[in-house]
C-alpha cells in the first residue's frame, strides 16, 4: 500500500540480522533522536588494517530508524573506516528505497550519524555529519 | 441546545479539504493547535485590509482604529475567562511566554536560594524548563506532585508537600498527554492555605472548558490563541492586580515605559508595563474574534460535545487488541486520547494513519519526564475540539486496524 513502509524496512525492522552488542568492541558511539526518541547505539570492532570485522547495533524506535540501522550495519562489515566517512544521506535513502520528508529523515540517518560520530571519533554527533 | 457539529465544520475551512486527491483530512491534533474559523481568519484579514497601523500614540484614523482593536480584543478576553479588568490580560507570544514572563520577572524579585516551588509531574516542557533554569541561577528547589498510575494527581502527596511552605505551585490545568482534568481550584485553595502563589497553565482547558479565573482564585494563569480557534503568535497571562503591579517589568522597550530619560525610565502602568515594542496586533484582532466564536457557538456546549465524542474514541479504542490508552477513564478528562500500540513505533502509527488523511501527533508531547514515568519513550496522540465527529473516531479506528495489519 504504501512506499515508506515497503517490505524491506518492516522485514528489517521485526527481523533484524544485525540487532545487539559487541563486548569487546574497538569502537561504540550512541544517540538519540529526541524528536521521537529514537534510540541508537553501534558497537564496531576493527582489525589492525583499519577494516571492520563485526559490527552491530541496538536500541530502540521507529520502523524507519530501526530498519536502517540494522541495513547499515550489515552493509559496512569488511568495509575500510576510511569508507565509511564518505558515506551520506544518499546512501541510506538508496539502501531503503524511499524518499523522506525531513521530519522522518532525522529517524533514517540517525544511525549513519551515530556510526559517523563513532569512527571520528567525536564527542558529539552532529547533523553535519549527514548531510 | 447541543452543538450542530455539521454546521460548525461549514465555519472551518481548512476541514474541507483533502491531503491527496479523493482524501478528505482528518485533523484530530487539535491539543497541538486548533485550527481557525472563517471569523477568526476574516477579522485579521479586515484588519490588514483596512486598519493596519501601530497601535498607542498614533493620532491618525488608522492608529486609533487599530488601538481601539487591540484594546477591544483584550476586553473580551478577559471577560471570557472572567477577570475583573482588561489590565490583568498581558499579551504575550504564547504560553510559554506567560509562564516564562512569571518566571523572569516575579519569581526573579520574590525566590531565594532555598525557597520551594512545586510544580507536577504532568507538565508541559514549558512549566518545566523555565524552573529549571531558575534553579540553575537561584539555587531555589523544585518538587514534584506525583502523577498516579490511573493519570491523576496524587493530592495526599501534595498536601505533604505544601508543609514544606512553598512559595509558588505552578501546575497545568488539563495534562496535554493523559487529558486529565486537574482539580484546579482545590489546588489553588491549599495552595493559599499554605501561603503560595500559584500559577495555572491553561494551555488546554481555556479552549475546552469554561474558566473562571474568580471562581478558582488563581494569582496567574496562562494560555494561548492558537489552541482555541485563534492564530498563532499571541497568548495571554491573567495575573491579580496586585501581584502584576508590584512585578518589574518583563523585556525593556518602547511601550512599555511612562518616560525614559537618557540613563533612566520609568515602566508604564498596567498591562503595557509588560508589553514592549510592537506587538502582534493583527493576531490580537484574531484572538479576540476566536473568543466571540467560542463564545457564540457556547463553551458549555463545546465541553459536552467532546466529551461524548472521546468517550466514544476511547471505547472503540479500547477494543483494539495491543492498544495501550494512557491517562483517566473519560469522566476524569478532556478530549485526548493518548495511546501505544504493541509492536508498533508511534511515529509509524501516526505517518500510516497520515496515508488515510488522519492527522494526529507521536513522540512525547513535550512531556518526556511524564512518559518516563510510564517507561515509554513515546505515544500517539489524538485529539479533539467542536468539529470533531464520532466519524472522524471511526476513521481513526480503521486506520490503526490497517497499521496492525501491515506490521502483522
Known amino acids: 500500500m504504501d512506499d515508506l513502509y515497503r517490505e524491506v524496512i518492516i522485514e528489517h525492522y521485526k527481523n533484524p540480522g544485525f540487532r545487539g552488542k559487541l563486548d569487546p568492541h574497538d569502537i561504540s558511539f550512541e544517540d538519540n533522536n529526541p524528536l521521537c526518541g529514537d534510540h541508537i547505539q553501534i558497537d564496531l570492532r576493527v582489525d589492525s588494517q583499519g577494516v571492520v570485522t563485526d559490527a552491530r547495533f541496538d536500541g530502540h524506535g521507529c520502523a524507519i530508524s530501526q ?6 550495519v550489515e552493509s559496512i562489515i569488511g568495509k575500510p573506516l576510511e569508507e565509511l566517512k564518505q558515506l551520506n544521506k544518499q546512501n541510506i535513502l538508496d539502501m531503503l528505497g524511499i524518499d523522506l520528508g525531513p521530519v522522518r529523515l532525522k529517524c533514517a540517518l540517525l544511525s549513519l550519524k551515530v556510526l559517523k560520530a563513532g569512527v571520528y571519533g567525536l564527542g558529539e554527533a552532529s547533523d553535519e555529519l549527514v548531510e | 441546545m447541543s452543538l ?9 475551512p481548512i476541514l474541507q479539504r483533502e491531503t491527496s486527491p479523493g482524501v478528505p483530512l482528518v485533523y484530530l491534533d487539535s491539543t497541538a493547535t486548533s485550527q481557525k474559523p472563517l471569523p477568526v481568519i476574516e477579522a485579521m484579514d479586515h484588519y490588514y485590509r483596512r486598519s493596519n497601523a501601530n497601535i498607542h500614540r498614533g493620532v491618525h484614523t488608522l492608529a486609533e482604529e487599530a488601538t481601539a482593536m487591540y484594546e477591544a480584543a483584550r476586553e473580551k478576553i478577559a471577560k471570557f475567562i472572567h477577570a475583573t479588568s482588561a489590565r490583568q490580560i498581558i499579551y504575550t507570544r504564547n504560553t510559554t511566554e506567560s509562564i516564562n514572563l512569571v518566571a523572569y520577572t516575579w519569581a526573579r524579585a520574590n525566590l531565594k536560594a532555598g525557597d520551594l516551588v512545586i510544580l507536577t509531574e504532568m507538565e508541559h516542557h514549558s512549566n518545566l524548563v523555565p524552573w529549571h533554569m531558575l534553579q540553575a541561577e537561584r539555587g531555589i528547589e523544585l518538587d514534584f506532585i506525583p502523577v498516579t498510575d ?3 494527581l496524587d493530592l495526599d502527596v501534595y498536601k505533604a508537600l505544601l508543609s514544606r511552605s512553598p512559595k509558588l505551585v505552578s501546575f497545568t490545568h488539563m495534562s496535554n498527554v493523559l487529558g486529565t482534568i486537574n482539580p484546579a481550584a482545590e489546588i489553588i485553595r491549599l495552595a493559599h492555605e499554605a501561603g503560595a502563589i500559584t500559577l495555572v497553565d491553561a494551555a488546554q482547558s481555556v479552549p475546552h472548558l469554561k474558566v473562571d479565573v474568580q471562581a478558582l482564585d488563581a494569582d496567574f494563569l496562562a494560555f494561548s490563541a492558537h489552541k482555541m480557534c485563534g492564530p498563532t503568535g499571541i497568548g495571554a497571562l491573567y495575573g491579580k492586580t496586585e501581584l502584576l503591579e508590584k512585578m518589574p517589568p518583563f523585556l525593556g522597550g518602547g511601550d512599555m515605559i511612562k518616560e525614559v530619560k537618557l540613563r533612566s525610565f520609568r515602566p508604564n502602568t498596567l498591562p503595557h508595563k509588560f508589553e514592549a515594542g510592537t506587538p502582534a496586533i493583527a493576531e490580537a484582532v484574531g484572538f479576540g474574534a476566536a473568543v466571540d466564536y467560542l463564545t457564540s457557538v457556547g463553551m458549555d456546549d463545546i465541553a459536552e460535545h467532546e466529551h ?3 468517550e466514544y474514541a476511547l471505547e472503540r479504542l479500547e477494543e483494539i487488541p495491543g492498544l495501550k490508552l494512557f491517562g483517566p477513564d473519560a469522566q476524569h478528562k478532556g478530549g485526548v486520547a493518548a495511546f501505544t500500540l504493541a509492536g508498533v513505533h ?3 502509527v501516526a ?3 497520515d496515508r ?3 492527522a494526529i501527533r507521536a513522540g512525547h508531547h513535550c512531556a518526556q519526564p511524564l512518559h518516563e514515568k510510564f517507561g515509554i ?3 500517539s496522540r489524538a485529539s479533539f475540539y467542536l468539529y470533531s465527529t464520532k466519524d472522524e473516531v471511526d476513521l481513526l479506528v480503521n486506520g490503526i486496524y490497517k497499521v496492525k495489519e501491515l506490521f502483522g
Open chain 2, 308 to 310: 461524548a465524542v472521546a
Open chain 2, 351 to 353: 505517518q500510516i494513519l
Open chain 2, 356 to 358: 488515510d488523511g488522519i
Open chain 2, 346 to 348: 508511534p511515529h509509524d
Open chain 1, 67 to 72: 530498519a536502517s540501522a540494522d541495513l547499515l
Open chain 2, 150 to 152: 490511573e493519570g491523576l
Open chain 2, 377 to 379: 519513550p513515546a505515544t
Open chain 2, 4 to 12: 450542530n457539529v455539521n454546521e460548525i465544520r461549514k465555519n472551518f
